[in-house]
């Protein structure tokens, strides 16, 4: 009589189980990036300091987050890690890190004791740990982003000789119990999400869904060593309505295990197209008292875990599993492909039988037979399965017994499972394209190289080779190196300007102005009487002239020289900055333009009028005389540190000091000592260009057009940004030295557009500094990517609420809205350095910077080819073909920062 009862509910269950929707009862779409409450910048980059714990800024950041809004947690350079204790998510916030950020969890126990004194140890009781991120009673909200939270369960735990898994492990061997965090546990809450985000190196197990109604995971990655103990995946327990979907999972225990306990039924559970690697299968149990119930598992590869298609449970647990379907799994490399088991302990006591009822199998292939298992209770309590389409190549190990298969709705015996199964090694075919490999999150390159076949193309001939509009150029071949300017020997002498020699006003001077004034006039009446002159040639004794060199355009090229060979001993010197006021400007230095051809005086104009002078009126030497050469002569801005220089306010350590005093606080400004302001063919021999921000300033005559500029056997200083600009320029064989006066320094900051071939290329070249603290701390970088001209920034999060900035036709910027156009969009900068010795003031893992902070208006991520261009423009929902109009995206990328064969010093 009790076994027709069974019968009969069996029965019965199974056909009300057939009625059950075997998926998450919601629609589940792929999830959207909530908005950005507040921007959080790394501080940290390896090795770790595990004294620091971010916890507190990051808890009152999200504390202080609205609902469907984020903390986003970014980096600053090579500053790319977050290491925090336990943190709680408020119901509705979410958590996002950016791609390339790893927020680690703390390895201090005592952060998550739970007040036992446990953490950390092993004993009769467990879980003594709280988790790393917990959610409880929330609405809404998740984690988010291209990152990574890294548990560092193989770390030693502080404070003691083992790591968490070595715990773990020990627990095991001594049969007692473990107190060792979980990485995520989300309790009595609705509608959860993980979203592409990287979960490594778990503690214990990585996701926990306790009383969850609603959750999804998608685009998410586990990885975690497969030796590491109990290191389940994602695990709902008295759960229901759950999706995890296009997600990659390898663990040290069950990838996924579905769990229903005292708490009740899980129920609604989809499983759709994912990849698991190493681990103990996808799971159910072997906690199933509660009931498990509609689980559809679809579109599933599985490779090199112990067991497959796992539902675990026994007497001590029992509780019925009914109305699972898998579909469309592919297997390879399993133990145990097939393993569904309601005697999973053997040892187990109690009388709660395991049913497992309505259970499908379509699609199912495995590539390798491995063992199979399907074991009911017993003849009263037999596994109720459907086999369709389950091929193995190869015949496998079976333990089958109590299992009755269900075909057509007709229950027949065990003897004919096994003919229920094809082994005809098809599987293969069926599978083809399924197994990819597991995608590991790496750190972009950044210090990207070329290849011997593109640094070729980086020689000067080829770099020097073009001209015109970027993208149209003309071929206008240039060899600088046959020009008489570097060979040894005097040069013609035109005009001579020596300050001890009596002027004449025509060929001698005692001013390089007022030289090249005549030059100037003589060039137009040259012109008039048709008469050609391929170059004027001016010669400066040696000597410092304290004065503004201005050079306007010229149709006979000039060439300034010094016949001394040290550049130190002519010098053109003045102190001059982009904050200084027009009518201060024209006040220290209106005498000297007096009087002046008007070309000359129409550059002068150009600034006394403006407010500031700005960065372009700070230069001492303004030339845009195409063919300008210059050799054997320094060219300095002594803003900041030299009193004596005409407009100098302020050395740089001793304005404002008084004797037995510190230095007053100084104030930078940029201040220009050279802008090549247009000119084609500007070449420099042994010149010295000094200054601090701002140093040598390389500009385009209009934007997207490129000029050429030749810097050989020289001497360039300054301290951020010094080398900057849109031109093409080569530096051969020069010293670029770094001033260590602030804590962060910059070389470059090319603007070059996205069209132009070459920015600034260095070959043979030096890279030196001062020897100052700041320099010897190893955190100044070769260049960033000047981001000229912005209002806004579209590629990051401004702690403005309400924060936009889109594409526009102008840029433009009133809180919390801008607008980035095309043109500033494309000043995408390009810096090569091949063949060079570089100090040890330069960043050796990350040498190339961002363009500003992250949460700043101003920020732009390094981008090192145009691929990152591409990339980060979609990222913020630009269409480079449809919005900016491009044809194409450059196939091979074009490169804007790289290096070749370069020695670190």
């Known amino acids: 009589m009790k076994s027709a009862l069974r019968l009969f509910a069996y029965l019965l269950l199974s056909a009300l189980a057939s009625v059950g929707h075997a998926q998450d009862a919601r629609k589940v779409i792929e999830p959207l990036l909530p908005p950005v409450c507040t921007v959080l910048i790394a501080t940290q980059s390896e090795p770790l300091n595990p004294a620091i714990n971010d916890a507190p800024r990051i808890q009152q950041a999200l504390n202080q987050c609205v609902a469907g809004q984020a903390v986003q947690l970014a980096s600053n ?12 998510l408020p119901t509705g916030v979410s958590l996002r ?16 004791d739970k007040g036992t004194h446990s953490c950390g140890s092993n004993g009769v009781k467990g879980r003594g740990c709280q988790a790393f991120i917990s959610i409880s009673d929330a609405q809404g909200g998740g984690i988010m982003g291209e990152g990574i939270i890294d548990g560092q369960g193989g770390q030693l735990v502080a404070g003691k000789p083992e790591s968490w898994w070595q715990l773990a492990r020990r627990a095991q061997k001594e049969k007692n119990e473990h107190n060792i965090p979980r990485l995520i546990e989300v309790t009595r809450s609705k509608d959860i999400t993980l979203y592409r985000i990287t979960l490594r190196n778990s503690p214990n197990f990585h996701v926990t869904l306790n009383r969850v109604d609603g959750f999804t995971a998608w685009g998410v990655r586990l990885d975690t060593p497969t030796d590491a103990r109990n290191t389940d995946g994602i695990d709902p327990i008295s759960s229901r309505n759950i999706t995890i979907a296009h997600s990659y999972l390898r663990t040290g225990d069950d990838n996924i295990a ?3 306990g005292n708490n009740g039924p899980t129920e609604n559970i989809s499983i759709l197209h994912n990849h698991f690697y190493n681990g103990h299968g996808m799971s159910i149990g072997s906690e199933t008292n509660g009931g498990v119930r509609n689980i559809l598992v679809d579109g599933l590869s599985m490779e090199g875990s112990t067991s497959g298609l796992r539902i675990k449970s026994d007497v001590s647990r029992g509780g019925l599993v009914t109305n699972v379907r898998y579909q469309n799994v592919c297997l390879r490399n399993i133990r145990r492909p097939i393993d569904i088991d309601t005697r999973y302990n053997p040892r187990a006591q109690g009388d709660l039988i395991p049913q497992y009822l309505n259970i ?73 394209g399924q197994f990819v490999p597991f995608p590991v999150t790496k750190a972009p390159d950044s210090r990207p190289q070329l290849t011997a076949d593109q640094a070729r193309r980086y020689d000067y001939l080829e770099v020097l080779n073009t001209v015109g509009k970027a993208g149209q150029e003309l071929v206008d071949p240039w060899d600088p190196m046959q020009d008489v300017l570097t060979k040894k020997g005097e040069l013609p002498l035109d005009y001579l300007v020596d300050p001890a020699a009596k002027a004449n006003g025509k060929t001698v001077f005692k001013q390089v102005q007022a030289a090249i004034n005549q030059a100037v006039i003589d060039v137009r009446i040259l012109a008039l009487h048709a008469q050609h002159k391929a170059r004027i040639y001016i010669q400066l004794k040696p000597g410092v002239y304290r004065e503004l060199l201005y050079v306007p355009a010229t149709e006979i090229p000039i060439t300034l020289y010094s016949s001394d060979g040290n550049p130190a001993n002519t010098r053109i010197s003045a102190s001059l900055h982009a904050a200084l006021l027009g009518s201060a400007y024209v006040e220290r230095f209106g005498a000297q333009f007096a009087n002046l051809d008007a070309s000359i005086q129409e550059m002068f104009d150009s600034l006394k009028g403006r407010p500031v002078v700005g960065t372009s009126g700070s230069a001492i030497a303004w030339i845009k005389s195409n063919g300008f050469q210059a050799k054997n002569i320094t060219i300095e801005n002594v803003y900041n540190k030299d009193e004596a220089a005409p407009g100098a306010e302020c050395p740089n350590s001793t304005c404002g000091a008084t004797a037995g005093t510190a230095p007053a606080v100084v104030v930078h400004h940029q201040a220009v000592a050279l802008m090549l302001d247009g000119p084609d063919k500007a070449q420099f021999e042994n010149v010295r ?23 050989n056997r020289s001497y360039i200083e300054g301290n951020v940004d010094f080398i900057f600009g849109d031109t093409t320029a080569y530096f051969y064989q020069t010293e670029i030295r770094s001033l260590g006066d602030r804590s962060t320094s910059y070389v470059t900051a090319p603007n070059t557009n996205y069209k132009t071939r070459y920015g600034f290329v260095f070959n043979q070249c030096r890279f030196t500094h001062d020897g100052s603290a700041n320099a ?74 961002d363009w500003n902070k992250n949460g700043t208006l101003p920020y732009r991520p390094a981008q090192y080819s145009s691929d990152d261009y591409w990339r980060n423009l979609q990222n913020v929902h630009i269409d480079p073909a449809v919005q900016l109009g491009y044809s ?9 920062l790289a290096e070749f064969n370069n020695v670190y010093e």
């Open 776 to 849: 010897l701390a190893g955190h100044f970088y070769l260049g960033r990517q000047w981001f000229h001209t912005q209002k806004c920034t579209p590629y990051g999060r401004v702690n403005t609420p309400g924060y936009s900035c889109t594409l526009g036709l102008q840029d433009g910027y009133a809180a919390p809205a801008g607008t980035v156009s095309k043109t500033v969009l494309e000043t995408v900068g390009k810096s090569v350095i091949l063949n060079s010795r570089i100090g040890a003031h330069i960043n050796q893992t990350h040498p190339w910077s």
């Open 360 to 432: 499908t199998l379509d699609r199912v292939h495995s590539l390798t037979p491995g063992q199979v298992i399907m074991q009911g209770y017993d003849a009263q309590h037999p596994l109720q399965i459907d086999l369709q389409n389950v091929v193995f190549n190869g015949q496998p190990a079976q333990q089958i017994r109590h299992v009755n298969l269900r075909k057509d709705q007709t229950a027949v015996a065990s003897s004919e499972v096994n003919s229920s199964m094809d082994f005809s090694g098809d599987a293969a075919r069926r599978c083809e």
């Open 97 to 112: 890190i950016n791609a390339g950020v790893t927020l680690y969890a703390s390895t201090d126990a005592a952060l998550y």
């Open 258 to 260: 579905i769990k229903a």
């Open 689 to 711: 260009v000094l200054g601090f921000q701002d140093t040598l300033y390389l500009k385009s005559p209009e934007i997207a057009r490129t000029v050429r500029s030749f810097f």
């Open 77 to 88: 350079n090579e500053k790319t890690a977050f290491i925090a204790g336990p943190l709680s």
């Open 888 to 896: 194409a995206q450059p196939v091979p990328a074009d490169i804007y």
